[in-house]
């Protein structure tokens, strides 16, 4: 009894240091308690949403985007009671803020804008199911590219982590308003184009047997689609062909699958005789300058000159000595 008395007076010894707003008191004490409230909301608020999550993932007639939607739901549910329930216990009368309603509207109409765009955008994502946990995606055209799979789908953004181990978090109304590349939506298959050039000359039925025979001897490749070789032009130093391969895991990337395609048909190229073209390129002159004309001309002029007194050829060959003629005997 002692003990809840001591704590009364120090409640009631708190509560005399603070000052009166309206009917309601604002105190050291009432500042404790709404501190206390507050604590508890949010540890409230975490336990119970791990046990939503939890609840969901254990439902296994519903897939993840289905899970992780129905958790999104539930835990907003979960935080908007619990702070309603705070505010009830506090004795807050909500009434009391019709005065500062217009000027709060206004500063979430500016100020959490884009939050709440992107909490709905997340919500349309997941019931619409454009873009799932697990998927495959690439937002951004040219060098500015980023292809990576699809890791969470949070309130604000979604967690993308591309080949690299780089995380990129992209904001969920980014991806309702730009053009997005969903490369495993409606099947996880993808093909890959990697372009063979050969020299001219080359027997083209033989090229693209070895090709094919690169192409398969890759574990990644699909046997249900095989691959297939196309002539696809003549340039001006190769004969191009492209070889179109299928894979079903494109989150273990693309760049390296190219890579061990090439060095296949290296090793193809060298055992078969095919010949990798050189870029060769054609000048001609149509006219002389006159100074380079004339030094042309002399140089030409005196070229057996120089070699005769050379004493050689320009093959390297020494040369042939000069007959001797025959002495006359006297008799």
């Known amino acids: 009894m002692n003990i809840r008395a001591d704590l009364n007076e120090i409640a009631r010894q708190l509560d005399l ?6 009917d309601y008191r604002v105190s ?3 500042a404790l308690i709404m501190l ?7 540890i409230a608020g975490r336990v119970m949403t791990a046990l939503v999550r939890r609840s969901f993932r254990r439902i296994s007639r519903l897939d993840a985007t289905q ?11 979960v935080w908007v009671g619990l702070v309603l329930a705070g505010v009830d216990f506090l004795g807050i009368s909500l009434t009391a803020l019709t005065v500062f309603s217009g000027a709060f509207g206004l500063a979430v109409g500016f100020g959490l804008q884009k939050t709440f765009g992107n909490l709905i955008s997340g919500i349309i994502l997941l019931m619409d199911r454009s873009i799932k946990p697990g998927d495959v995606i690439a937002v951004g055209t040219g060098s500015d590219k980023t292809v990576g799979q699809v890791n969470k789908i949070g309130i604000r953004a979604v967690s ?17 308003t730009n053009q997005v590349e969903n490369w495993s939506f409606s099947s996880r298959d993808v093909r890959v184009k990697v ?20 192409a398969l001897s890759l574990k990644r490749v699909l046997n249900r689609n095989p691959p297939q070789v196309w ?3 003549f340039g001006s130093n190769a004969i191009e062909f ?5 894979i079903d895991d494109p989150e273990e990337g693309l760049g390296n699958l190219r890579s061990d395609l090439l060095k296949a048909v290296w090793k193809a190229f060298v055992a078969n005789g095919i010949e990798v073209p050189y870029a060769q390129h054609d000048v001609h002159i149509r006219e002389w300058p006159k100074e380079l004309a004339e030094i042309a001309r002399i140089a030409e002029s005196q070229a057996p000159e120089a070699i005769e007194k050379s004493g050689a050829n320009d093959l390297g060959t020494k040369p042939k000595p000069k007959a001797k003629t025959p002495k006359r005997k006297l008799n």
Do not use: C
């Open 195 to 214: 372009p063979v050039g050969v020299a001219y000359g080359s027997d083209i039925e033989k090229v693209e047997k070895v090709l094919l025979g690169a």
């Open 36 to 42: 206390a409230v507050g604590i508890a909301v949010v």
């Open 17 to 22: 240091i603070g000052f009166d707003v309206g």
């Open 231 to 233: 002539l696809h032009g």
């Open 28 to 30: 050291v004490y009432r």
């Open 67 to 77: 899970q992780l939607l129905g958790e999104k739901l539930v835990s907003i549910a």
């Open 242 to 246: 492209e070889v179109q391969m299928w």
């Open 160 to 176: 993308v982590t591309t080949r690299d181990r780089i995380e990129f978090l992209i904001p969920n109304e980014l991806l309702m």
